[in-house]
């Protein structure tokens, strides 16, 4: 999987005073829990920036103050009147605790449904899951292929192995629509269609002869 660094710096003081301090340095007060003790520590906002503003799943390997922490994104807090980045929160990761994260869905194939002239639209980018740390991954693939015009693929229809999805299982993550174009073309069809001939009529039955 893939991975970034960051270097920080234990914060020893806290408080509306020690943070802004710390933002007029340009850098950003985070916080490491989920492991043996909770660790406070600031580094330079530059150093998040891979792994705040991008839709990729991505490990952090922080370290502070000589250890070294492996980490997943968990919480973010912006500025709300520079909408800076504030504080932000990072999960260790530890080998046997299960942990929930958000992983991207990959959608693979082409469609049945959008080579017969239909749209593919995606409903969902991501779900939750609830993992052991050695099965996270950089994304979920999804087999689109066998998606007909006019049907849905489900939460329940992915497959995720060693995983956990915490999503309501009957939620759309995908389907084939009709477009425009070919909802004309069926309405065309329709209108143009020959209408079957009428059957001839049955010649009428000859009334019985009178016995003289």
Not at 25 to 45: C, D, H, L, R, T
Not at 46 to 58: G, M, P, R, S, W
Request: hydrophobic share 40%; aromatic share 4%; with cysteine.
């Amino acid at each position: 999987m893939k991975s970034i660094t960051i270097e920080g710096q234990l914060r020893t003081e806290s408080g509306k005073k020690a943070t802004r301090q710390l933002r007029s340095q340009q850098m950003v007060p985070a916080v490491i829990y989920g492991g043996k003790s909770e660790v406070n520590f600031a580094a330079p906002a530059a150093d998040f920036k891979n792994i705040v503003y991008t839709a990729e799943f991505l490990l952090a390997d922080i370290k502070v103050d000589g250890n070294s922490y492996k980490c997943i994104l968990k919480d973010l807090q912006f500025d709300k009147v520079t909408d800076s980045l504030a504080h932000v929160d990072f999960l260790e990761l530890v080998e046997d605790k299960k942990v929930i994260a958000s992983l991207p869905l990959k959608y693979v194939g082409t469609p049945a449904g959008v080579k017969a002239g239909g749209k593919l639209v995606t409903k969902m980018k991501s779900v939750k899951v609830k993992t052991l740390p050695k099965y996270l991954k950089e994304h979920i693939e999804v087999d689109i292929n066998g998606l007909e015009l006019n049907e849905n693929l489900r939460v329940e229809d992915i497959v995720a192995d060693n995983m956990e999805i915490m999503n309501s299982p009957r939620i759309p993550i995908a389907s084939v629509t009709m477009t425009r174009q070919l909802k004309q073309e069926e309405a065309a069809a329709t209108t143009t269609a020959p209408k079957a001939e009428a059957a001839p009529a049955a010649p009428a039955a000859k009334a019985p002869a009178a016995k003289k």
